[in-house]
């Protein structure tokens, strides 16, 4: 019931900042049709840990920001690959354990791993990730277990 | 202050401009498709943030930019998953990665010193 209440304010929320016509009869009709989706959610019984993750909170707000210091880095070198692919440029396959042992932390890790350019998840079976990376230095990025080890720490799992 | 939000959104849009250049190019240059998703992976990240950050300081504090955050998000959201379904496709259907021959001449001048 509280995860409803929650989902009810998120949608709630995004309603005002999407929407910007605040007269009452619109803003009632926000109102009713957010209800009506959380409602209609929680007959569905959608609502679990997996769908609306708001436990991760403040936590997973700190890794976004980590992460897009990391991707902006990760571009720097892939552009450089690009541009000087006789120096740069040494593609390479491994399997890394994912240390997440939930399965939201592990979509999390393998999707980090992906969103970063220069290394590509093609495989996640159980805790076995398969990456596929581009040169040496974004290999080595996840091979040295940094990533995981913070999505470890947002799922509060160590 | 007007000038300086003008000088920024032209700086952030040139460089997101300059990434997607870099990336289209290195769509034709790389040897295969894995290496090319790494490519592609540049437009759907950098660039991205890049020219969209650019365009929201010309709508200053408004609605307007909450939108333009808000399209980041779901592309960074989406686009992994595009990413993996395309990597993850090839895997099954048996497309192996190039992963020899590269830096050989290196190698070489190694094997011969």
């Known amino acids: 019931m509280l995860k409803t209440i929650s989902l009810f304010l998120v949608l709630m929320a995004v309603w005002l900042l999407l929407s910007g016509h605040y007269t009452p009869l619109i803003t009632g009709f926000g109102i009713a049709s957010c209800l009506l989706s959380a409602l209609i959610a929680y007959r569905m019984d959608v609502i679990d840990h997996e769908s609306h ?3 991760l909170g403040p936590r997973i707000i700190s ?3 980590w992460l897009v210091v990391e991707i902006f880095k990760a571009n720097i070198d892939v552009a450089k690959c690009v541009l000087f692919p006789s120096r740069y440029l040494r ?3 491994f399997t890394v354990t994912a240390s997440q042992k939930s399965d939201l932390g592990r979509v999390i890790y393998a999707n980090s791993i992906t969103l ?3 290394t590509v998840t093609v495989d996640l079976d159980d805790d076995q990730v398969m990456v596929h990376a581009l ?3 974004s290999a080595d990025g996840v091979k040295n277990g940094d990533m995981d080890q913070r999505v470890t720490k947002v799922m509060k799992e160590t | 202050m007007d000038l300086i939000l003008d000088i920024g959104t032209w700086v952030l849009l040139l460089a997101g ?3 997607l250049l870099i990336t289209g190019f290195g769509l034709l240059r790389l040897p295969d498709l894995y290496t090319r998703i790494h490519a592609g992976g540049m437009a759907d990240t ?3 943030f890049l020219i969209f950050v650019g365009l929201s300081f010309q709508s200053g504090f408004s609605l307007v930019s909450v939108k333009l955050l808000l399209v980041i998000v779901f592309v960074f959201f989406t686009s992994p998953t595009a990413s993996y379904a395309l990597a993850q496709g090839s895997f099954v259907a048996g497309l192996k990665p190039k992963l020899d021959g590269f830096g050989q001449s290196e190698q070489k001048e190694k094997d011969d010193a």
Do not use: D, H, N, R
């Open chain 1, 135 to 137: 040169t040496e230095g």
């Open chain 1, 116 to 118: 970063t350019p220069g």
């Open chain 2, 17 to 19: 401009s300059l990434l």
């Open chain 1, 91 to 93: 593609p390479s396959m």
């Open chain 2, 46 to 48: 950098l660039a991205t």
């Open chain 1, 53 to 55: 993750p708001i436990y």
């Open chain 1, 63 to 65: 890794y976004w920001g």
